[in-house]
């Protein structure tokens, strides 16, 4: 009977063990990144550098901030058009404001086709700077369609923009229950209040606050992974990554896995 109980008992365990596996055709490996318009702690421009941090982490998605498109200070370059060419993924550019004889805004790369893309501005008060969200929205191998939205929020001292900036988010991307994933530098730390209200409708993806500004010493968590709706998503993985030259940014690394709709 014992030897049966014993049985029984790693039976139920394999199986559990079994009905947890992640499923690799519902993983996403996501990136977010301040990129610094392509200028490095070396006080150089340099993509390859960038190109290779993003390589290295082998992501699925990739949100860009600091993105400059043909500007002057990046060397007329589309930056993330650059940078899709060395990583061997899909670019897209979403303006957020006209700037130095070019535009600048948000990237994202994918290794996923767009199945369709939109650009959400976001409100700000006159003479501060416009800021965008860039959505993309994706079919992953098991055939499930998500989205993904990278964005960068207010850096000014005065919280009221990031305030408004998140209310418009939670707006604007809240209005079904279609798996999402919210990345970017929201240039705030998890205990004010316009992370409070982003708090209320997405789900953090790290349990500790782990510091990512600056690269060369992290003392504030500015930069996020977030997630909607909650039973939709597994968290496999969570890392900031170490790269002290690349940016004034380190890129952090989270792995989701989509959950069946039961």
Request: charged share 30%; glycine share 4%; aromatic share 6%.
């Amino acid at each position: 009977m014992r030897k049966l109980s014993i049985s029984l008992l790693l039976l139920a365990l394999v199986q559990g063990l079994t009905a947890q596996a992640p499923d690799s055709s519902r993983i996403v490996r996501v990136l977010t990144y301040n990129i610094l318009h392509g200028a490095t702690m070396k006080g150089d421009f340099d993509l390859d550098l960038i190109a290779d941090v993003i390589k290295a982490a082998k992501p699925d998605l990739v949100a860009l901030q600091e993105v400059d498109y043909k500007t002057n200070r990046a060397k007329k370059y589309d930056l993330v058009t650059e940078l899709a060419i060395r990583t061997n993924m899909s670019p897209l550019f979403a303006r957020a404001m006209p700037y130095d004889d070019g535009e600048y805004g948000e990237g994202i790369l994918s290794s996923f086709t767009f199945l369709a893309t939109k650009n959400h501005p976001l409100p700000y008060t006159e003479g501060k700077e416009p800021r965008a969200a860039a959505e993309i929205n994706i079919v992953l191998k098991s055939g499930d369609t998500i989205r993904f939205i990278g964005t960068h929020l207010d850096h000014e001292k005065d919280p009221l923009n990031r305030l408004m900036q998140a209310k418009e988010l939670n707006r604007v991307l809240t209005r079904d229950a279609r798996p999402s994933i919210l990345t970017g530098d929201l240039n705030e730390e998890p205990d004010k209040e316009g992370m409070k209200v982003l708090f209320t409708e997405w789900e953090r993806s790290f349990k500790e606050d782990t510091p990512t500004f600056p690269s060369d010493n992290p003392i504030k968590k500015i930069d996020y992974v977030l997630f909607r709706p909650a039973n939709r998503w597994r968290v496999l993985e969570t890392r900031v990554i170490d790269e002290k030259i690349a940016s004034d940014h380190c890129p952090v690394l989270v792995v989701l896995e989509l959950l069946p709709d039961k």
